[in-house]
């Protein structure tokens, strides 16, 4: 008994001793990395990638990680995940992650999407100055147009004046004296009322939403103000109508179709109303209640439409202010829900993930995707045609910086637009500014 228990002691202090020794071994080096995921699959540069997979290094600096074949900065690192910020050089490609000289290929390509944004007007005072981009200045700008020469047509609200950009980035006054009021007449005599909206067909009027008397404008290319739609009172209504008889209630975003009808967000009546070329207003959606009810025409409800485009299939795309989301209507008026989760907030993701804060101005791009100012978080946000959301430029930081995705500055953004070259112009409305944005 007695050589037993020593048999044993003498067995356990062995297997004690073999353990100890085993724990003060190096590590036997990671095996082949794998890569079994990345989201998201569109992103901006100098925003964070996250990678998933297997046998990474727990060491930042043990990963190498490249975009298109070029290096991404590694922030951090686990055998099972990678967080990386995107270089501004990568381009859209496959992802490479290489640990101890082995490397792992991911199966999907990675879109990534390059936006450097720059300053074309303003000199961040309130004003209606005249001139060169660099010294005019503008007053609450939210709507803006490009007409097919590249002359860009704003809506400068607060000092109730249409503005026009020519090409060589002078800045003029298209229509209005300044004044406040809603007299038809040619341009220079013309008054507004706190334009916000503006629109232009395919022969070159304009439209604009005078919030402030409920009346829809329109601008002939030669300068000469009309009333196309509202009460020349100045009435707030829904009244559906022909011209003057027709009624809204403080329109804001404004689209235009192939055949020149015009789409308008009216706000406070939250429906969407569609004018044709002859001035005649209907309701397109909205039951007129306050709600986010995906249905069919006046059975959709709305909270606060604030702009709309149309695309190549003449759908039409909704922002709206009181449901953070983006709505969609089709040429049958069925309204659905494209992006948004109905939380305030920034998140990038599908469609029910996804957050905005107070989205406004939207183009489509040649793509097909959806660019839209995300006014409060400061940024440019992409809506893929699958409903996928991704940040492009702007960091939240309320302020007037130029740079390149992350890295630039947009102060409370609003309208936006596109030039035939895919160049964006985006009003910078706190700071008064017009930004210039090309794709890199």
């Not at 540069?45 to 727990?58: A, D, E, H, K, V």
């Not at 944004?117 to 010294?135: E, H, I, R």
Request: glycine fraction near 14%; include cysteine.
């Amino acid at each position: 008994m007695k050589n037993l228990f020593l048999l044993i002691v003498s067995l356990f202090c062995v297997t004690l001793i073999t353990s100890c020794k085993k724990s003060d071994t190096p590590a036997a080096p990671p095996g082949v990395p794998s890569i079994s995921g990345f989201s998201p699959g569109i992103i901006g540069t100098g925003y964070q990638l996250t990678i998933n997979g297997s046998n990474f290094s727990p060491t930042v600096v043990d990963n190498v990680v490249t975009i298109n074949g070029t290096p991404s900065q590694v922030v951090s690192a686990s055998p099972t995940q990678l967080k990386v910020t995107v270089s501004g050089t990568s381009g859209s490609g496959k992802i490479g992650v290489t640990v101890g000289g082995k490397t792992a290929t991911s199966a999907d390509n990675i879109k990534v999407i390059s936006l450097y944004v720059t300053t074309l007007a303003g000199d961040g005072t309130a004003g209606s100055t005249d001139g060169p981009g660099p010294s005019a200045d503008f007053n609450g700008i939210w709507g803006v147009v490009c007409d097919g020469n590249g002359n860009l047509y704003i809506a400068d609200t607060y000092s109730n004046k249409i503005r026009k950009i020519s090409t060589d980035g002078t800045v003029s006054t298209f229509a209005g004296t300044g004044a406040q009021g809603n007299n038809d007449g040619a341009g220079s005599s013309a008054t507004f009322s706190l334009p916000f909206g503006i629109a232009i067909d395919k022969d070159g009027n304009l439209y604009v939403s005078d919030f402030g008397t409920n009346n829809i404008r329109k601008i002939t290319p030669a300068g000469i103000v009309s009333t196309l739609a509202g009460s020349i009172y100045g009435t707030t209504g829904s009244r559906d109508g022909t011209g003057i008889a027709a009624t809204f209630n403080h329109p804001v975003g404004m689209a235009t179709d192939g055949n020149n009808n015009i789409y308008v967000a009216d706000a406070g009546n939250n429906k969407i109303r569609k004018i044709t070329p002859g001035g005649t207003v209907t309701t397109l959606a909205g039951s007129g209640a306050s709600g986010a009810a995906d249905a069919t025409g006046v059975l959709a409800s709305f909270n606060q439409p604030l702009s709309i485009v149309t695309d190549a299939n003449a759908n039409l795309y909704v922002s709206e202010e009181g449901n953070y989301k983006i709505r969609k209507i089709t040429p049958a008026g069925d309204v659905t829900t494209f992006a948004g989760s109905g939380i305030s907030g920034s998140a990038d993701g599908t469609a029910n993930t996804a957050s905005f804060n107070f989205p406004v101005g939207m183009i489509i791009d040649p793509a097909g995707d959806l660019i839209v100012t995300d006014n409060f978080n400061g940024t440019i946000r992409l809506i893929s045609q699958a409903g996928i959301t991704a940040t492009l430029a702007g960091n939240g930081n309320k302020a007037s910086i130029d740079g390149i995705g992350y890295g630039a500055c947009l102060d409370n953004p609003l309208g936006i637009t596109m030039d035939k070259n895919g160049v964006m112009y985006v009003l910078d409305n706190a700071s008064n500014k017009v930004r210039r944005i090309i794709l890199q």
